[in-house]
T-cell receptor, first 114, second 116 residues
Framework: AQSVAQPEDQVNVAEGNPLTVKCTYS??????LFWYVQYPNRGLQFLLK??????LVKGSYGFEAEFNKSQTSFHLKKPSALVSDSALYFC????????????FGAGTRLAVHP | SAVISQKPSRDICQRGTSLTIQCQVD?????MFWYRQQPGQSLTLIAT?????????ESGFVIDKFPISRPNLTFSTLTVSNMSPEDSSIYLC?????????????FGEGSRLTVL
């Protein structure tokens, strides 16, 4: 069965520093991977996805993520964090060989301090 | 992207009652899903809302408790039946355009239910 893990409940970063939010996955074949962000009392917003091709994908708000097949990881990164990036981040996976459902990780709370 | 509107945005309900949540998408979509989220926690898929046929439920969720309708390509409802305090949660509607597994899902703002 497909699954995704986010090993950190919370990540703390100083404004202006680079940030990384970690994600690892488990699927039977090649994965389709997604990152979403959720601000307080809001729905989820799509950031970026990896389907195929270049391992480095760029998304909204200056975020990017690197797909690493050997490490089964899809870490979210940003070169310079903003206080406004503080939110809950979810990694999600779809098994291309399975049904259409999107399975989410537990979420990582990002806190960017001034 | 698609704009998804959910009603109600929040409600306080009495134990034993039922509540129907409506989800309206601003354009036709191929797939619609219902998720549940405890505040600050991950999302759990309840079911896939199939247009013109019965919803497909995930393990642990049954039609009698969470009946779902999807009469057309832009609208779906989720009913939480015979509610108990354990049903207090945020219920999120999501949708996808296009076929297959490569498209991203778009989400509504959620419906926060509190059951007393």
């Amino acid at each position: 069965a497909q699954s995704v893990a986010q090993p950190e409940d919370q990540v703390n970063v100083a404004e202006g520093n680079p940030l990384t939010v970690k994600c690892t996955y488990s699927v039977s074949g090649n994965p389709y991977l997604f990152w979403y962000v959720q601000y307080p009392n809001r729905g989820l917003q799509f950031l970026l996805k990896y389907i195929t091709g270049d391992n480095l994908v760029k998304g909204s708000y200056g975020f990017e993520a690197e797909f690493n097949k050997s490490q089964t990881s899809f870490h979210l990164k940003k070169p310079s964090a903003l206080v406004s990036d503080s939110a809950l981040y979810f990694c999600a996976v779809r098994d291309p060989g399975g049904y259409n459902k999107l399975i989410f990780g537990a979420g990582t709370r990002l806190a960017v301090h001034p | 992207s698609a704009v998804i509107s959910q009603k109600p945005s929040r409600d306080i309900c009495q134990r034993g009652t039922s509540l129907t949540i409506q989800c309206q998408v601003d354009s036709q979509v191929t797939m619609m899903f219902w998720y549940r989220q405890q505040p600050g926690q991950s999302l759990t898929l309840i079911a896939t809302a199939n247009q013109g046929s019965e919803a497909t439920y995930e393990s642990g969720f049954v039609i009698d408790k969470f009946p779902i309708s999807r009469p057309n390509l832009t609208f779906s409802t989720l009913t939480v039946s015979n509610m108990s305090p354990e049903d207090s949660s945020i219920y999120l509607c999501s949708a996808q355009r296009g076929q297959g597994n490569t498209g991203e899902l778009f989400f509504g703002e959620g419906s926060r239910l509190t059951v007393l």
